[in-house]
Nanobody, 121 residues
């Protein structure tokens, strides 16, 4: 499956953005999708993940209550709604897909190219 992340940009602290991860070329509806982020000089970290039925959803503690992950299998797209953004949310955000679901980046087989989110006044 090929993944295309989009929706990043510059936003002020407290603002919102919605990222999209569009999939093509695979059986998207049977795959879990995760969002990870990587800030300059830091390792890639888990943000959120959703199972193929959306029955299982997981968030990093740092984004719990501010970010919401959802999916539309008919549109083969997963969304990450990010509210109450903070400067520490600044990073390149990547989406990933796999049959399983994990908070560990190395467990995901397919990755999108990343979209930059900058939170700054």
């Amino acid at each position: 499956v090929q993944l295309q992340a989009s929706g990043g940009g510059l936003v002020q602290p407290g603002g919102s953005l919605r990222l999209s991860c569009a999939a093509s070329g695979g059986t998207f509806s049977t795959l879990s999708v995760g969002w990870f982020r990587q800030a300059p000089g830091k390792e890639r970290e888990f943000v959120a993940a959703i199972s193929w039925t959306a029955a299982n959803i997981y968030y990093a503690d740092s984004v719990q209550g501010r970010f919401t992950i959802s999916r539309d299998n008919a549109k083969t797209t997963v969304y990450l709604q990010m509210d109450s953004l903070k400067p520490e949310d600044t990073a390149v955000y990547y989406c990933a897909a796999d049959l399983g679901i994990s908070r560990t980046a190395s467990m995901w087989g397919s990755w999108g190219q990343g979209t930059l989110v900058t939170v700054s006044s």
